[in-house]
Nanobody, 116 residues
């Protein structure tokens, strides 16, 4: 199995930056992609950004140019650098790992709040 733990959330003002980290443990070798999702109050969970084992990245249109996903293989972490934050970025951010056989693993989430 895979365990994920997010960190780095907090309260910031609009225009500021935050860096989220997702630390993976367990059977790391079964992970083929890691993604960040977010869920705002009253809204569905949405994909923010993803990165595959091969390094291919993808990001939602709403965060392109502001958020960057990256991985540190030595530390088994995937980071989400969030710049120029907006109030509409306020949400609980979740780390997700997809295994080679299609299973999904989730972290507990970390709150990001952006004040105007």
């Amino acid at each position: 199995q895979v365990q994920l733990r997010e960190s780095g959330g907090g309260l910031v003002q609009a225009g500021e930056s935050l860096r989220l980290s997702c630390a993976a443990s367990g059977v790391i070798s079964m992970i083929k992609a890691v993604a960040w999702y977010r869920q705002a109050p009253g809204k569905q969970r949405e994909l923010v950004a993803s990165i595959t084992n091969g390094g291919t990245t993808n990001a939602a249109d709403s965060v392109k140019g502001r958020f960057t996903i990256s991985r540190d293989n030595d530390k088994n972490t995937v980071n989400l650098q969030m710049n120029s934050l907006k109030p509409e970025d306020t949400a609980v951010y979740y780390c997700n790992a997809m295994s080679t056989f299609g299973a999904n693993f989730w972290g507990q989430g970390t709150q990001v709040t952006v004040s105007s």
